[in-house]
């Protein structure tokens, strides 16, 4: 079997799985789905107040050079938090098509139910603990091989220089 047909197995596989899988009874999904519901509207009204606050630096009135700075600081601030929460509103619109279509509970890695405890502490999530686990493991090792690199070309580095006449 190529790769590409095992990879076309493993996601049909994982597709059937899914949909015989329902690992939330219908009397959750409600309360998950109430619960997103109030998480997205809170969202909402913080944001509103922020869409009224100008998003362009504007000299303070008889500002200084910190006067302008720290206004500058408040207002990326502001963006940094809508940046966020734009993020968020993503991720629960995504968690509640997943409760209509019938994924939500699901992991989008293995296909296993993502246990009860782990979908009320966040119910946006889309993988079980375990995959969680063991993405943040691989991100780890490419941090980890990343600064390797980096050390392994200042030193070489160093020593092309103390090769130096």
């Keep these: 079997m190529t790769n590409s047909a095992q990879w076309l197995h493993w996601l ?7 949909k015989e899988v ?21 969202i909402l009204r ?13 000299e303070p009135e008889g500002g200084d050079v910190c006067d302008i700075a720290s206004s500058d600081r408040a207002m990326d601030l502001r963006l940094r938090l809508t940046e966020r929460e734009r993020e968020k509103l993503r ?5 509640l ?4 279509d019938g ?17 009320k502490a966040m119910p946006s999530t889309t993988v079980c603990v ?15 091989a990343g600064e390797a690199l ?3 070309d200042l030193a070489v580095g160093d020593l092309a220089k103390e090769e130096e006449p």
Aim: glycine content about 4%; overall charge positive; hydrophobic content about 25%.
């Design 103 to 119: 994924t939500f509970g699901i992991c989008d890695k293995c296909g296993e139910k993502i246990p009860m405890g782990r979908l």
């Design 22 to 42: 329902m690992p939330v009874n219908k009397k959750e999904l409600k309360a998950f789905k109430q619960q997103l519901l109030r998480q997205k509207e809170a």
């Design 91 to 95: 991720e629960i619109e995504e968690a």
């Design 97 to 100: 098509e997943r409760i209509d």
């Design 150 to 152: 980096l050390f392994r």
């Design 46 to 58: 913080e944001i509103s107040p922020k869409a009224d606050t100008p998003t362009v630096a504007r």
């Design 130 to 144: 375990k995959c969680k686990s063991e993405e943040e493991r691989r991100q780890k090792l490419q941090r980890s």
């Design 12 to 18: 049909s596989h994982t597709e059937t799985h899914r």
